[in-house]
């Protein structure tokens, strides 16, 4: 079971970046360089591996699904932030 869902988790980020992968590929408008592949892909494996870790040590499912929440919140605010910086802040990619 545990090694099924790691693979799951990295199939999915794969799967993941093949969609901006292919939009580049269809149009301009789409501009990724390497470096928003590589952070992209660390992003979604950290975000995947903090659920499975929550999954595998927390006990009681109403904390696993508030600490798995948490962990996509924090994912989706950082990638607004670099997306178009909602922030403000330095690496923010407006």
Do not use: H, Y
């Not at 790691?6 to 799967?15: D, E, K, R, T």
């Not at 901006?20 to 494996?45: H, K, N, R, T, Y």
């Not at 009681?60 to 919140?73: E, S, V």
């Amino acid at each position: 079971m545990k090694n099924k869902r790691l693979i799951g988790i990295i199939s999915a980020v794969g799967i993941l970046l093949l969609v901006p992968f292919v939009a580049m590929q269809c149009s301009d408008e789409v501009q990724w360089s390497a470096f928003d592949f590589i952070i992209a892909g660390a992003l979604l494996l950290t975000t995947g591996f903090a659920c499975e870790w929550i999954l595998r040590t927390v006990k009681t499912t109403q904390n696993r699904i508030l600490l798995c929440g948490f962990a996509l919140l924090l994912l989706a605010l950082i990638w607004i932030e670099l997306a178009v910086g909602i922030f403000g802040t330095r690496w923010a990619g407006s």
